[in-house]
């Protein structure tokens, strides 16, 4: 069984920046594209950005807008998502997860592993 296991959420002002990571456990962790999502009280949890197994292709959310970038080190089996410029409509549950297979998925139904989540706050 796959864990991933979140870590690099606070609180922070807006405007600032945030650097999360998901450590993974498992040997193949380059032969499975991976993604984060978001989760705001009250709201759906929404994709935020995808990428795939070797790291070649990313996808973003509308809203991110040039502000976040994905990126894996599959030597580390670990995934970040660096976040500037952040908002305060940004506060939310920050969410791993590993895709069904090597490409990138922009839907939840295309993950298969969730981790706990990082809690993420900005204030204004």
């Known amino acids: 069984q796959v864990q991933l296991v979140e870590s690099g959420g606070g609180l922070v002002q807006a405007g600032g920046s945030l650097r999360l990571s998901c450590a993974a456990s498992g040997r193949t962790f380059s032969g499975y594209g991976m993604g984060w999502f978001r989760q705001a009280p009250g709201k759906p949890r929404e994709f935020v950005a995808g990428i795939s197994g070797s790291g070649g292709y990313t996808y973003y959310g509308d809203f991110v807008k040039g502000r976040f970038t994905i990126s894996r080190d599959n030597a580390k089996n670990t995934l970040y998502l660096q976040m500037n410029t952040l908002k305060p409509e940004d506060t939310a549950i920050y969410y791993c997860?590993?895709?069904?297979?090597?490409?990138?998925?922009?839907?939840?139904?295309?993950?298969?592993?969730w981790g706990q989540g990082t809690q993420v706050t900005v204030s204004s």
């Open positions: 997860a590993r895709g069904s297979s090597i490409g990138v998925f922009t839907a939840e139904s295309g993950y298969i592993n």
